[in-house]
């Protein structure tokens, strides 16, 4: 069995024809394409851009053909069809996981007032560090201690242009090359984690989040109201791509430690009864029994003398 994780070359289309084969979709990259020509500057720019996702073609071709397509959120799945074309019965839900166990509260660690935590892999439009960086700025004018940790590293772009021309450097400290148990310590040190993103096919840092008992601040891009569950309840909700909305309700959130920690806990509780990686792998697990099962791939196993 192969399962490829959204790769969807064209080579796996020829290797299902000869090995049962399963492909993991997050999302449609579709989305981010079209994010980043929205927030390109110049022609020269949505063109280089246009050329790099060149690619996304050929993966709609691909994921198409494929007999079993494993999906993260039903969000994805609904915008996989939207934009790539793949039959709504080739698809099945499986989503991503956290372990419980690492990702904990640590009650003996306090919180830094004002301190913010988010994960950024990379400064592109999809994930919206920008907008977060801009409402930082906002709330710090109007007179709040603000600070924020930033999982990953710095790399040139808009969040750095910003970060340089409000002189921001000694308010944000970027952390990477780290290791999950220094990560779940950084959730224990802020009093917010916030996840900013214009989209996301699920959000593996939301969850992680909330399992730590960090209470989150999130916007409604994409998959993360299915994922962060009901605002006021589990999370600090606001509108994706909007700065007012984001301080708003990270101001909100900061300002009401009652809401926080009921919030954080109820976080906490949503993930681990949905999203612990034993689930996930069970689930996975499943869906290679089912692909096995087929009778077209009974025929490969037979012809390969693996029966």
């Known amino acids: 069995l192969i ?9 796996i289309k020829r290797l299902e024809k000869i090995i049962p084969t399963i492909v993991t979709l997050h999302h449609p990259i579709t989305r981010d394409r079209a994010l980043e ?19 996304v073609k050929m993966q709609g071709k691909v ?17 996989i069809h939207a934009d790539m074309g793949v039959a709504l019965d080739r698809m099945r839900l499986v989503p991503v996981g956290v372990d419980p166990e690492l990702f904990t509260p640590l ?23 920008a907008y977060l960086i801009e409402a930082m700025v906002a709330l710090r004018e109007d007179g709040r201690d603000i600070s924020l940790t930033i999982i990953g590293r710095p790399k040139p772009g808009k969040s750095m242009d910003l970060i340089d021309r409000y002189n921001l450097h000694p308010h944000i400290e970027f952390v990477s090359g ?12 802020a009093e917010l984690a916030v996840v900013p993103s214009l989209y996301e096919g699920f959000s593996l840092p939301a969850i992680e989040a909330m399992c730590t008992g960090t209470p989150l601040v999130a916007t409604d891009g994409g998959a993360l109201p ?29 300002d009401q430690p009652e809401a926080r920690a009921a919030i954080g806990a109820a976080g906490r ?13 069970e689930l996975t697990v499943d869906q290679y029994r089912e692909v096995l099962d087929m009778p077209v791939n009974l025929a490969k196993l037979q012809r390969n003398g693996r029966l």
């Not at 079993?68 to 915008?79: A, G, L, Y």
């Not at 949503?270 to 792998?281: D, I, K, L, Q």
């Open 178 to 189: 780290v290791s999950d148990e220094r990560i779940v310590e950084l959730y224990a040190e």
């Open 226 to 254: 299915e994922v962060t569950g009901a605002d006021g309840e589990t999370v600090f909700r606001c509108t994706a791509g909007n700065v007012s909305s984001l301080a708003t309700s990270i101001l909100q959130a900061l």
């Open 3 to 11: 399962h490829d994780n959204q790769c969807l070359g064209w080579g």
């Open 269 to 281: 509780q949503r993930v681990t009864e949905r999203w612990s990686w034993r689930h996930c792998a």
């Open 63 to 79: 994921a198409s053909q494929m007999p079993r397509v494993v999906v993260v959120s039903e969000n994805s799945i609904n915008d």
């Open 107 to 129: 009650p003996h660690i306090e919180r830094k007032p004002g301190r913010l935590i988010t994960t950024a892999s990379a400064d592109v439009a999809l994930k919206g560090l």
């Open 37 to 55: 020509m929205a927030a390109a500057p110049n022609f020269y720019k949505r063109w280089s851009i246009g050329r790099w996702y060149s690619f």
